[in-house]
């Protein structure tokens, strides 16, 4: 079999390409990060690579489309469809990367012991014991069971057959004093006076994932840290995944090695942050919606993407965490949040958790991702629905579209026809993440650059044809020192499909409890993308309803408050599974008037001037 040598820069990666192989292919082959938001079909540009030195292959005539002929004797292509045809070295640019991203790790605060009764699953037990001798024969771990029955009654009945087998020598070697964690009996792992012991809170988003680390004998949050999900190499939305799945089933099995691999980075990073180690840490909790907990534990899913669209489990669940390869202390325990119905799970049920609501008014929660969970909540009733709103708010399926990195444009205010733009840590700007295509479309609406159908019109100055496709110009070659940024009628209209589904589910879920707009109490935005976007331009396009400001609420991270709520009170677990017990679940797919409500949301409704405008 013939293979070529491909070196990556800049992560500085070498590897074979067999012929007849795709550049995309081979980079997910040997773990090479490249950003593939339509899964590899050619239907985006976030794959987009440079060829700069070695074989250049001949362009597909899908990148003859989208390159400018300059552009593709430069080496531009897409690693999806682009086959090497001998050594060579990419270039992959800072939105094709994926490197790491500005990932909502605020929520409530480090000190969330305060917020929650401080009685975690998960006990840590102080203990000094007295030597053995001759004449007192009894076992290490009878002596430590006999140290604790009187104040810890029932804390050893078991031991951690990993633990059990380092236990009696490192007992030894601290002196017979120390201390374990236990959980319902179980002693799970131990350590000298000195050692500290941890937990793990991980909100595993579809795009993005945040992990806390949590000190198990005060309750605080010493660390954390938010990162790309992996698996985004696979695809931006949860419908690719069970796709790939389906032609390939072995792919369920590297996207579920993808997400532990990750999970023990986020783990070694905040530890490393500390002074700590993995091992420290004895137990994770993790909110993930549907599809991301089925993939973890490595259930099946496909039959999640097909009518009618059920899970093969509900409930929360515990296994040992080597059991997933995820490499904590050695009987170190995973629990996974309940999940509710269809694609809501416990990434929701932890947001709900998490989030206050307003005596006597009804509020929705929603949290808007690749698919977006709502659910409005009226005293003990809860009603929850999703709906597939695609990765165009993340960035995903849009031109220059990147994750909220370093010099993605995440803000735009257009004025006298002049384009005002930031980018997130004043970079030179390189494409646009989630926020940023909220206000530029909000923009091109209020300003007139399209019409309420969404169309661009010919006649503005920033408005130019490339191929068959209007685009707006958002930054020329001059101000990114390389390619111009553009934004085209194929994105806007992909974030006229997301928005139109975000709102059809929100006017359903209304008509479903007998509510109207203008009786919510408030309408609680969580998640990373809730927390940067501006409401202003939410408002603007239509996604949101109509209401005063006051009303709105953009929390944070509620999923992982939730996780961490999870993590330090077993109390809050018995919540957790008493909202997911709760939550009635419509499934908008089997509601006949979805698609009508959708379409009637699709165009831009009446300008709305935003305030935040000179």
């Given at each position: 079999m013939?293979?070529?040598?491909i070196?990556f820069?800049p992560?500085?990666e070498?590897?074979?390409?067999?012929?007849?192989?795709?550049?995309?292919?081979?980079?997910?082959?040997e773990?090479?990060?490249?950003?593939?938001s339509?899964?590899?079909?050619?239907?985006?540009?976030?794959?987009?690579?440079q060829?700069t030195?070695?074989?250049l292959?001949?362009?597909?005539?899908?990148?003859?489309q989208?390159?400018s002929?300059?552009?593709?004797?430069?080496?531009?292509?897409?690693?999806?469809?682009t086959?090497?045809?001998?050594?060579?070295t990419?270039?992959?640019p800072?939105?094709?990367?994926?490197a790491?991203?500005?990932?909502?790790v605020?929520?409530?605060?480090?000190?969330?012991?305060?917020?929650?009764?401080?009685?975690?699953?998960?006990?840590?037990?102080?203990?000094?014991l007295?030597?053995?001798?001759?004449?007192?024969?009894?076992?290490?771990?009878t002596?430590?069971?006999?140290?604790?029955?009187?104040?810890?009654?029932?804390?050893c009945?078991?031991?951690?057959?990993?633990?059990?087998?380092?236990?009696?020598?490192?007992?030894?070697?601290?002196?017979?004093?120390?201390?374990?964690?236990?959980?319902?009996?179980?002693?799970?792992?131990?350590?000298?006076?000195e050692?500290?012991?941890?937990?793990?809170?991980?909100?595993?988003?579809?795009?993005n994932?945040s992990?806390f680390?949590v000190d198990?004998?005060?309750?605080e949050?010493?660390?954390?840290?938010?990162?790309?999900?992996p698996?985004?190499s696979?695809?931006?939305?949860?419908?690719?995944?069970?796709?790939?799945?389906?032609?390939?089933?072995?792919?369920?099995?590297?996207?579920?090695?993808?997400?532990v691999?990750?999970i023990?980075?986020?783990?070694?990073d905040?530890?490393?942050?500390?002074?700590?180690q993995?091992?420290d840490?004895?137990?994770?909790?993790?909110?993930?919606?549907?599809?991301m907990?089925?993939?973890?534990?490595?259930?099946?899913?496909t039959?999640?993407?097909?009518?009618?669209?059920?899970?093969?489990?509900?409930?929360?669940?515990?296994?040992?965490?080597?059991?997933?390869?995820?490499?904590?202390?050695?009987?170190?325990y995973?629990?996974?949040?309940?999940?509710i119905?269809?694609?809501?799970?416990?990434?929701?049920?932890a947001?709900?958790?998490?989030?206050?609501?307003?005596?006597?008014?009804?509020?929705?929660?929603?949290?808007?991702?690749?698919?977006?969970?709502?659910?409005?909540?009226?005293g003990?009733n809860?009603?929850?629905?999703?709906?597939?709103?695609?990765?165009?708010?993340?960035?995903?399926?849009?031109?220059?579209?990147?994750?909220?990195?370093?010099?993605?444009?995440?803000?735009?205010?257009?004025k006298?026809n002049?384009?005002?733009?930031?980018?997130?840590?004043?970079?030179?700007?390189?494409?646009?993440c989630?926020?940023?295509v909220?206000?530029?479309v909000?923009?091109l609406?209020?300003?007139?650059?399209?019409n309420?159908?969404g169309?661009?019109?010919?006649?503005?100055?920033?408005?130019?044809?490339?191929?068959?496709?209007?685009?707006f110009?958002?930054?020329?070659?001059?101000?990114?020192?390389?390619?111009?940024?553009?934004?085209?009628?194929?994105?806007?209209?992909?974030?006229?499909?997301?928005k139109?589904?975000?709102?059809?589910?929100?006017?359903?879920?209304?008509?479903?409890?007998?509510?109207?707009?203008?009786?919510?109490?408030?309408?609680?935005?969580?998640?990373a993308?809730g927390s940067?976007?501006d409401?202003?331009?939410?408002?603007?396009?239509?996604?949101?309803?109509?209401?005063?400001?006051?009303r709105?609420?953009?929390v944070g991270?509620?999923?992982?408050?939730?996780?961490r709520?999870?993590?330090?009170?077993?109390?809050?677990?018995?919540?957790?599974?008493?909202?997911?017990?709760?939550?009635?679940?419509?499934?908008?797919?089997?509601?006949?008037?979805?698609?009508?409500?959708?379409?009637?949301?699709?165009?831009?409704?009446?300008?709305?001037?935003?305030?935040?405008?000179a």
């Open positions: 013939t293979t070529f040598q070196s820069e992560m500085h070498v590897i074979e390409c067999a012929a007849g192989e795709t550049i995309l292919e081979a980079a997910r082959r773990r090479v990060r490249i950003s593939s339509c899964g590899g079909h050619g239907t985006c540009m976030s794959c987009a690579v060829i030195a070695g074989e292959p001949a362009a597909h005539e899908a990148d003859a989208v390159f002929d300059r552009r593709l004797g430069e080496g531009w292509r897409r690693a999806c469809i086959e090497p045809t001998g050594d060579c990419i270039s992959v800072a939105r094709s990367t994926a790491p991203v500005r990932t909502q605020d929520g409530l605060g480090n000190d969330m012991a305060n917020l929650v009764d401080f009685e975690p699953v998960v006990k840590v037990i102080h203990f000094e007295e030597e053995p001798s001759l004449e007192d024969g009894r076992s290490d771990e002596r430590l069971r006999d140290a604790l029955a009187e104040d810890y009654p029932g804390a009945e078991t031991f951690d057959a990993a633990l059990l087998r380092t236990f009696a020598l490192d007992i030894r070697k601290w002196g017979w004093a120390g201390w374990l964690a236990s959980t319902k009996g179980e002693v799970i792992a131990a350590g000298s006076r050692a500290r012991v941890f937990g793990m809170a991980v909100d595993l988003g579809t795009t994932m992990g680390l198990m004998m005060t309750g949050t010493l660390a954390a840290e938010g990162m790309e999900n698996q985004t696979y695809g931006a939305d949860l419908i690719t995944y069970a796709s790939h799945i389906r032609r390939n089933p072995e792919t369920a099995k590297i996207l579920q090695e993808l997400a691999e990750a023990n980075d986020l783990a070694t905040m530890c490393d942050a500390v002074g700590a993995a091992s840490i004895v137990e994770i909790t993790i909110a993930g919606n549907t599809m907990h089925h993939l973890l534990l490595g259930l099946p899913v039959q999640l993407a097909m009518s009618p669209f059920i899970s093969a489990y509900s409930d929360a669940f515990d296994l040992k965490a080597r059991d997933l390869n995820i490499k904590v202390a050695p009987g170190g995973v629990h996974l949040l309940p999940n119905a269809g694609f809501v799970g416990g990434d929701h049920v947001s709900l958790l998490a989030s206050k609501s307003i005596d006597g008014k009804p509020v929705i929660i929603m949290d808007i991702g690749t698919n977006t969970e709502l659910s409005l909540v009226e003990n809860i009603t929850s629905v999703s709906c597939p709103s695609g990765p165009a708010f993340e960035g995903g399926n849009i031109s220059f579209g990147m994750r909220a990195a370093a010099g993605a444009i995440e803000s735009v205010r257009l006298n002049t384009v005002q733009l930031q980018t997130i840590g004043d970079e030179t700007p390189v494409g646009i989630g926020s940023g909220m206000d530029v909000a923009q609406h209020l300003g007139g650059v399209c309420e159908r169309r661009l019109q010919k006649d503005h100055p920033r408005v130019k044809e490339i191929g068959k496709n209007l685009v110009v958002l930054a020329d070659e001059e101000a990114t020192g390389g390619q111009e940024i553009t934004f085209s009628q194929d994105d806007l209209r992909a974030v006229q499909l997301a139109a589904a975000i709102r059809a589910a929100t006017d359903l879920l209304l008509k479903h409890t007998g509510y109207a707009e203008r009786d919510l109490g408030q309408i609680i935005i969580a998640g993308f940067y976007i409401v202003d331009s939410a408002l603007a396009i239509g996604l949101l309803p109509d209401l005063p400001y006051t709105f609420a953009q991270n509620a999923a992982g408050d939730g996780a709520f999870a993590l330090l009170s077993e109390k809050q677990r018995e919540a957790a599974k008493d909202i997911a017990d709760r939550s009635n679940y419509i499934e908008l797919a089997s509601d006949k008037a979805f698609m009508k409500v959708f379409g009637g949301r699709i165009n831009f409704e009446k300008r709305r001037a935003l305030k935040s405008v």
